[in-house]
């Protein structure tokens, strides 16, 4: 775009954006010099495991939204219509079995990293597999939510692009390493709060100028933009019903059942039913996020049909288009422009902040804390800051290998999501629901599990580079048939293994994650099958028990081979003592009254 046709800034939009991150850093400047002062590790990695489940709910929202979606979803409802909108049914599984099976097992277990679950259940071996994968899935998925905002900001405004990057960077490493994981959360609920504020302005703004909601919804449905149910069972189909409301469920899965950053958010509510009832208010709010960013999308299509504006914009990239819609809406009304860079810059805060936190809490205990078990707290504490400052240096210079990548963000964020999250899933999957799994088997599914997805992924990018140049974003009714013809033909051109690399990448994340137990259950019984008594009390979730549930008793005994064990503690019986396994002590946690009251008893039987 030639500077002279940047849209420029007021002074008041300068203003609230740096409004928005002084906000920041008073919330991490508050928790730094109250309560425990972020003096030890229990307070600055899990806030104290005293948090309510409203802070909770609208952190974990923040967590996975980033200015990715914000960006990258109105330009996917603007190229391609709605069917993305049907990852919203994936919501519905993809929060209950968390909610139900995740949570439980792992609250029980009292855990500061996710990964000790893999070393409770596994081996020592298992757990470091885990975290490291689950590192490098994070400190890539940081850098595209450092680069998207400051990228779109550039491309249209002129706004110093490493200047933006720079900024958020820093400001979000100052908020993280002095606040702790209570800064991070309740920074997450104010920049939730402005995240919605900016889009439904755009929505609302944009709506009024292109002639209300039925001229609107006329330009939508003239430009086949709603797209009805696609049925279509073909799996290299990039969205369909399936793809979305199936696949997206193990996507769903990996981030809100498995992930660090999720888990940790679990951890900290002060009960069981506390961390559960969060996962549940998830549910509206991230039906809302979705809904915005939609709309959005439908929006700026409304308003721009029939124009092509890639010439203007100097790129073709549809996620640049959306920014220069939003300046294009809201470049005369003073203050709005600043509201939407808070947005977009709230959206990446509470991301970056998160994947912060939730790294050096994984590098601090997985890493660290057992090679050296007599580390004092402070200085543990000390460490754990110096990490989360660390790792907002390697965040910036993945934002400058995000640079190289190219393709659309939402979907080099979903493809991070299905190749790295998959196999995490499939690994605890395989731990909780197989109980002849071992420790071989599992390291062997992982390996298989990430293979499988990088050989895919990888495939999938040369296989597109070589086939199809992305279609410029227009609003010809013929650009859908458009997209069918020109896709189709690399497909019914492409050979089976061709074909294979160009699965949707929504389905990554189911495929990686049944690699990894198929593999993991086929080792397992290569190498020995695990005897259920070797397996570690309430590592194990009794899904047999719960399929089966209508079956009699006596029938439910004999069919399911392993019946599950009293879980680490019960609210009866006074917790037994440290429970001593590869020479490490997890501490089995003490429930507290309110706890014991609120204890969900999942029917746990003795083994006979
Ligand atoms: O926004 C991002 O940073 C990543 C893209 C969205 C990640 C997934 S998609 C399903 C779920 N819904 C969200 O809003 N985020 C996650
Ligand atoms: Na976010």
Not at 448 to 477: D, H, M, Q
């Amino acid at each position: 775009m030639n500077p002279a046709q940047y849209k420029h800034f007021a002074v008041v939009d300068y203003v609230i954006f740096a409004l928005l991150l002084a906000a920041s850093v008073a919330i991490g400047l508050y928790y730094a010099l109250s309560g425990g002062r972020q003096r030890t590790t229990q307070e600055f990695l899990m806030a104290d495991r005293s948090m309510h489940c409203l802070p909770v709910s609208l952190s974990l929202i923040a967590s996975f939204q980033s200015a990715v979606a914000i960006i990258g979803v109105p330009a996917e409802i603007y190229a391609h219509g709605t069917q993305y909108w049907f990852i919203g049914c994936a919501y519905i599984l993809g929060l209950l079995i968390p909610a139900h099976v995740f949570i439980p097992v792992l609250y029980r277990l009292h855990l500061t990293s996710a990964y000790q679950y893999l070393e409770l259940r596994f081996s020592k071996t298992v757990r470091i597999c885990g975290t490291l994968t689950f590192i490098f899935q994070m400190v890539v998925y940081m850098g595209v939510c450092v680069y998207t905002p400051a990228f779109a900001l550039n491309a249209v405004t002129g706004f110093e692009l490493w200047g933006a990057v720079l900024a958020t960077g820093l400001v979000c490493m100052l908020y993280t390493t002095i606040g702790g994981l209570k800064a991070v959360i309740w920074t997450d609920v104010f920049q939730t709060v402005v995240m919605f504020a900016g889009q439904l302005a755009v929505i609302v703004v944009g709506v009024q100028r292109t002639g209300g909601v039925s001229e609107v919804w006329r330009k939508v449905l003239e430009g086949n933009r709603i797209s009805g149910v696609d049925l279509n069972p073909d799996p290299t189909e990039r969205h369909t019903f399936w793809t979305l409301g199936v696949g997206g469920v193990f996507l769903m899965l990996s981030l809100y059942g498995v992930n660090q950053a999720q888990v940790q958010r679990y951890l900290s509510a002060r009960t069981e039913r506390q961390a559960v009832r969060s996962c549940y208010m998830v549910f509206p709010s991230l039906q809302l996020a979705l809904a915005l960013s939609c709309i959005m999308g439908l929006v700026m299509f409304a308003r721009y049909c029939g124009e092509d504006r890639s010439e203007q914009l100097g790129s073709s990239s549809t996620d640049a288009m959306v920014l220069y819609f939003v300046m294009d809406m809201l470049q005369d009304l003073p203050g709005l422009p600043g509201l939407f860079v808070a947005c977009l810059f709230s959206a990446a805060l509470s991301t970056i902040s998160s994947a912060f936190n939730s790294l050096a809490t994984v590098t601090m205990e997985d890493l660290i804390k057992p090679h050296f078990p007599s580390m004092s707290e402070s200085r543990a504490t000390l460490v754990s800051k110096a990490l989360a400052m660390s790792y907002g240096l390697i965040c910036l210079a993945m934002a400058y290998l995000t640079h190289l990548m190219g393709d659309s963000v939402l979907q080099v964020a979903l493809k991070i999501f299905g190749v790295v999250g998959g196999p995490i899933l499939g690994l605890f999957c395989l731990g909780m629901f197989f109980p002849c799994a071992n420790s071989t088997g599992a390291v062997a599914g992982l390996g298989a599990g990430l293979g499988v997805a990088f050989w895919i992924g990888v495939g999938s990018i040369v296989t597109r580079s070589s086939g199809s140049e992305p279609l410029p974003p227009s609003c010809r009714v013929i650009l859908a048939s458009d997209n069918t013809t020109a896709f189709s033909n690399i497909t019914s051109r492409a050979s089976g293994l061709k074909r294979f690399y160009l699965l949707s990448y929504m389905w990554y994340s189911g495929f990686s994650c049944f690699t990894v137990i198929i593999t993991g259950l086929i080792i397992s019984f290569l190498t020995g099958p695990m005897k259920e008594e070797d397996v570690t009390p309430g590592t194990i979730y009794p899904l047999s028990e719960k399929l089966f549930c209508f079956l009699p008793e006596g029938m439910r005994k004999k069919l399911c081979c392993v019946t599950p064990q009293r879980p680490p503690f019960s609210a009866q019986s006074a917790p037994p003592p440290h429970k001593e396994r590869n020479g490490l002590s997890f501490p089995q946690h003490k429930p507290s009254q309110e706890e014991t009251d609120e204890f969900l008893p999942l029917e746990y039987e003795t083994s006979v």
